[in-house]
């Protein structure tokens, strides 16, 4: 065991990589892309919620806890909401043009359900409309991921909130000073 212990950033992100995905170490870590390879990942989320032309509050804060969650460098985490801005007034052709380019780089190459996966989820924050469905699906089909693969990662993201919105009950029956009152 290594005697340097790390930093709550690191912490955090490993707890989250092997909790979420069962990832033995972050793809972060790895050095085959680096920065960049987060910064389009990051931008690829942005484009999937502004394809309706706004990105709302609620899926920016997504996109930037998110982000944050996985030890995304702060220089990043500052640019989300300028991606965003600038998502809201892509075309579909720039949009596909830069999911073909995630797969050129390290890592990314293995990740095409989890890039449709988080951009379901961060689309979905203010709820799903028909241009941002018809971003995933174009993203989805860009990357790869065919009908059965695309509606068994929408059914995945319904029965995780569902099971969210479960647990909250459960564990809060008489609500908790932090949470929305729509939860209580």
């Known amino acids: 065991m290594s005697d340097k212990i790390p930093d709550s950033t690191e912490l955090?992100?490993?707890?989250?990589?092997?909790?979420?995905?069962?990832?033995?170490?972050?793809?972060?870590?790895?050095?085959?892309?680096?920065?960049?390879?987060?910064?389009?990942?990051?931008?690829?989320?942005?484009?999937?919620?502004?394809?309706?032309?706004?990105?709302?509050?609620?899926?920016?804060?997504?996109?930037?806890?998110?982000?944050?969650?996985?030890?995304?460098?702060?220089?990043?985490?500052?640019?989300?909401?300028?991606?965003?801005?600038?998502?809201?007034?892509?075309?579909?052709?720039?949009?596909?043009?830069?999911?073909?380019?995630?797969?050129?780089?390290?890592t990314l190459k293995n990740t095409a359900n989890q890039i449709v996966y988080d951009g379901i989820r961060a689309a979905t924050q203010d709820g799903l409309n028909g241009k941002e469905i018809s971003a995933i699906e174009g993203v989805a089909e860009e990357l790869g991921v065919g009908g059965g693969q695309l509606a068994k990662i929408f059914d995945l993201v319904k029965k995780e909130k569902e099971l969210r919105e479960r647990r909250i009950k459960i564990l809060f029956p008489h609500g908790h000073p932090c949470l929305p009152s729509i939860s209580n």
């Open 12 to 106: 955090a992100r490993d707890f989250y990589y092997l909790n979420q995905f069962g990832f033995t170490k972050a793809p972060a870590t790895m050095d085959d892309g680096g920065d960049e390879k987060l910064r389009r990942y990051a931008a690829a989320l942005c484009n999937v919620s502004g394809a309706d032309g706004n990105v709302s509050k609620e899926e920016l804060a997504f996109i930037m806890g998110y982000c944050s969650c996985k030890g995304y460098p702060k220089s990043i985490i500052d640019d989300i909401p300028e991606m965003c801005k600038d998502a809201e007034s892509k075309s579909k052709g720039d949009v596909m043009g830069e999911t073909r380019e995630l797969l050129t780089m390290g």
